[in-house]
């Protein structure tokens, strides 16, 4: 896009490029999100910058209306197989935070110099920069929704200082942390349980009870539950948010829980639908994982997504175009740990999903870690952490339940993945990690592919070997084999992990159909 196209955006309010870019007023020294409702700027007085960051870098605040840094993120970031891509992924998971800007460089195999040069030239600010952005996006969080102590926060949200936090605080939103806070909704007290009520922003439309199912379906006993929560009790902490029936009455929902392994200590994580976002409720160890937590989650439910751009690609293609249609707003979901989907992938294969989830649960009964009481206590079926590559790795592979040739594709893995061997890091370079993969014994293609579409959020990536698959595309009549699907998957390029999902999720709905139309046997 160019400035003029990013203006009549602007003046239309077009919501699908909030996150893309950000529109900054040189006249008022404010930021916002394209879709601001505030009157239109004049064309004169108008700059564009790609990042918040880089707003923030040039001078503006944020518009206290909009709330830019609010907005979902830039869907690019997990489309891009570069050095700035990968770097991204990285700060947003705290990684300045944790090991500075030389360990980000390190991880992505470039200089400091060089990583600077890159990202301001690409996004406008520095890895520096791009970090505090971030730690001010937690820290308005922590003070909008917790009752915790302002120095608490500083040190959470990653601040070197309490000085640091107040004057970032100031020059980002033009507030001091205490005004933030008596304007802001609180959530109920994280002092003796650590949860964080949050709402997650993404692009409408999304197909996020289809997800959730999705999700549901795999989920593994003692890891992750999919239940339903009845009007009243409690459930995420916020009953503004369960949904209701057209008269007004509150009706029952569905959520998604599971544990999260993260840099400072296991936590929780509640996920179900809101009005308009989806209600996240995180219990955390120590808070200042809640960055790393919440982008997790959006991984997970790949809320970065730009369902209009996948639509225009998918939406067009005569077998794809009904599906698209059926199921607008239908995502590819990650994952919170890449290592376990890794580890899962190799359970899953030949066997059922049913299947796939009693191996897995027999893993978390013999090597998860047990969760601390503080999260037992809350968790309810939650009781371990899956069992990270480490232990697996040490585990002997005939006595797992599962053949001796799978058995030892899944501690060569696990041993592969705690040595180094195989990347599989938010910053990692995806192809090469595809050949790692591959190099290992017992995992093929579909294994590979399965791991860098969920474990790694790759956009485009066509499981042409999947059983599913290729079921689906056979019940909409085009009968093919494994290699002429993977040509005729390259029309939908760049969104083909997307294309499995709505092939899948067509073949579910065919399944539903029969099963309705086999008139119910009677009593007798």
Request: proline fraction near 7%.
């Amino acid at each position: 896009m160019d400035d003029d196209q990013r203006y009549r955006a602007v003046h239309s309010r077009d919501a699908r490029f909030d996150g893309v870019f950000y529109t900054a007023v040189r006249t008022t020294g404010i930021y916002c999100r394209p879709s601001c409702p505030a009157v239109t700027p004049k064309r004169a007085n108008t700059r564009f910058y790609p990042s918040a960051a880089a707003a923030q870098e040039a001078g503006f605040r944020a518009c206290k209306r909009c709330r830019p840094d609010l907005t979902p993120g830039s869907p690019q970031w997990n489309m891009r197989a570069d050095v700035v891509g990968r770097a991204m992924r990285l700060i947003q998971d705290g990684a300045v935070d944790r090991g500075g800007v030389g360990g980000l460089a390190s991880a992505v195999g470039y200089s400091e110099r060089q990583l600077n040069r890159l990202l301001a030239a690409e996004v406008g600010a520095g890895p520096l920069a791009l970090a505090r952005t971030e730690r001010a996006q937690t820290a308005r969080i922590l003070v909008e929704t917790t009752d915790m102590p302002m120095t608490d926060v500083a040190f959470a949200a990653g601040f070197a200082s309490v000085r640091q936090f107040n004057e970032t605080m100031r020059a980002v939103f033009d507030r001091s942390p205490t005004q933030m806070r008596e304007a802001g909704h609180r959530a109920t007290s994280v002092a003796p349980t650590g949860a964080i009520t949050l709402r997650l922003p993404y692009r409408a439309p999304i197909e996020l009870g289809t997800m959730l199912a999705f999700l549901g379906a795999r989920a593994v006993p003692g890891v992750e539950e999919f239940v339903e929560v009845e009007p009243g009790d409690g459930g995420s902490g916020d009953g503004a948010a369960t949904p209701r029936t057209r008269g007004g009455a509150r009706r029952s929902r569905w959520v998604y829980r599971r544990t999260l392994p993260l840099p400072h200590g296991p936590g929780l994580v509640e996920l179900s639908e809101g009005e308009g976002h989806v209600l996240c409720r995180l219990r955390l160890t120590e808070p200042r994982d809640l960055s790393s937590a919440v982008r997790r989650c959006r991984q997970l439910l790949d809320l970065d997504a730009d369902p209009r751009a996948v639509e225009e690609v998918l939406g067009a293609d005569p077998l794809l175009g009904p599906l698209v249609r059926a199921r607008p707003g239908l995502r590819s979901p990650g994952h919170v740990d890449p290592s376990e989907l890794a580890v899962r992938a190799v359970l899953g294969q030949q066997v059922s999903v049913r299947a796939a989830r009693t191996l897995a649960g027999r893993l978390v009964e013999r090597f998860g870690e047990p969760l601390p009481p503080c999260l037992v206590a809350s968790g309810g079926g939650l009781t371990h952490l899956f069992p990270s590559a480490e232990t697996l790795a040490e585990a002997d592979p005939t006595d797992l339940s599962i053949p001796v040739s799978r058995g030892r594709a899944l501690t060569g893995l696990a041993e592969a993945v705690a040595v180094g061997k195989v990347d599989l890091g938010p910053g990692c370079d995806r192809e090469e990690t595809e050949r790692a993969l591959l190099s290992l014994r017992g995992i093929g293609p579909w294994t590979a592919g399965y791991i860098r579409m969920r474990g790694l959020g790759d956009p485009d990536v066509f499981l042409h070997g999947d059983l599913g698959v290729r079921l689906a595309l056979e019940a909409r009549g085009r009968t093919t084999t494994p290699g002429a699907a993977a040509r005729d998957a390259l029309d939908w390029s760049p969104w083909r992990s997307y294309a499995n999902h709505l092939l899948w999720a067509s073949l579910a709905d065919a399944q539903e159909d029969r099963a309705a139309a086999v008139p119910a046997r009677s009593a007798e």
